[in-house]
C-alpha cells in the first residue's frame, strides 16, 4: 500500500486542482513532505486526516488504496446495511473486504469508536449466535476473530500521527480472559483519539499492568472485561486500582463483564459502556 501521495494524486482522489491543494498546503492546512529529490508528497494519513476533517468527497478512492464496492449495498452509509455487508464478509472469511470496508467508513468520516461499536460489534454478535445452527460455527468464529484482528490494526495505520510526545495507554484483558479483539479496540480507538497505545492483550495479569503501566509512565491503563472476575481477581482489581490510583493514573474499564466488578472508590477509575463514551472522556483528558 502506497503510503505517499503526490499533490496531483490527492487533487484526483478528492475531485480538485493541484493549485487547489498547493494553496491548502502553503496555508499549513495540509502537511507536505519533501522526497531525496525535493518533491512535494503527502503522507497517505495526512491526506485522510484532511479528508475526514474537511469532509472533503473521495472521487477516486483507488488513489487512496480503497477500492468502493461493485455490489449496490455496500454503497450505504446505513448502519443496518453495513453491519450485514460486515457480518457476510465475516462468514465468508473475506479479510481485504473487512479491511477496506473499516478503511472506507473512516475516511468517510466515522469514528474507529463508532464502527467498533457499532456494525463490528454487532457482526461478531451474529457470529456469535451461529454455533447452535451451523456446524462451522467454532471455525467461522475463529476465523473472523482473526480478520478482525487483522483489519483493526491496518486500521490504525491511517491514523494521522500523534503530538510529538503522546500520552501513553497501555492495557489489556485480565487473565484467563481470551478476548483478543475488545482490547485491540480500546488499544485503536485510543490511537485515533492521539494516545501512544501499548495493547498487552488478552490473558494479562493485573499485575503485569500495573507494573507495565509504572515502566511506561502511562497516563491512562485499560482494562476489556469480557467475563466475570473470579474472587481472587476481584481482590486483585481493587488492589491494582487503588495503585494506579495513588500514582494519579487513569483506569479505563469497559467490556461485556465490567459491570461485575467490585465497587472501589471511583476517582480515578471511569467504567464506560461503549468505546464511544470512552473516546469522548480520553479526549477531554488531553485538552
Ligand atoms: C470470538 C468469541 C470467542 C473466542 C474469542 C477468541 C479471541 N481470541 O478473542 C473464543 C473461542 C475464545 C470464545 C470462547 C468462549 N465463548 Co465466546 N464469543 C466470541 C464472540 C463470537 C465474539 C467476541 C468478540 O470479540 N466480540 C466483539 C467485541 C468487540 O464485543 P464486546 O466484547 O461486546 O466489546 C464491546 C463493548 O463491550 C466494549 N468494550 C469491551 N471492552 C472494553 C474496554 C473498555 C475500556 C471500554 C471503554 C469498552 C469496552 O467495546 C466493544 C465495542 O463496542 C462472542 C459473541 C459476542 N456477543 O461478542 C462470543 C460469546 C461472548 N462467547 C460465549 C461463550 C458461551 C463462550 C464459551 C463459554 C464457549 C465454550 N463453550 O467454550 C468460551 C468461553 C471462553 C472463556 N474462557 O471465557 C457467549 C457468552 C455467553 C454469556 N452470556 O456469557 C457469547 C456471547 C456467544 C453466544 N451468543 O453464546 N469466544
Redesign the pocket.
Known sequence: MTQFLSPRQFAEAIGVSESSVRRWADRGDLAIARTAGGHRKIARSEAIRFIRDHSAEVVRPDLLAISEPTHRRARTTAFAEQHAELFEALVAGEADVVTNMLTRMYVHGVSAAAI??GP??HA??E???LWPEDKRGIFL??RA?NI?LEALTTLRKQFSRPSAEPPIAVGGAPE????????L??SVVLSDVGYETVNLG?NTPLSVLTQSAAELGAKVV??????KLTTTMQKEFASAAAQLQRRRMHL?????GASLLPTVNRKYIHV?H??S??DAFARSLLS
Not at 222 to 227: D, K, T, Y
Open positions: 467498533c461499536d463490528l460489534r461478531m454478535q457470529i456469535g449466535g468464529e475463529h476473530t478482525c484467563k480472559d481470551p478476548y483478543a479483539v475488545p482490547t479496540m480500546v488478552a485499560w482494562l476489556s472485561v469480557s467475563r479505563f474499564v469497559g467490556g461485556r464506560f461503549a468505546l463514551e470512552m
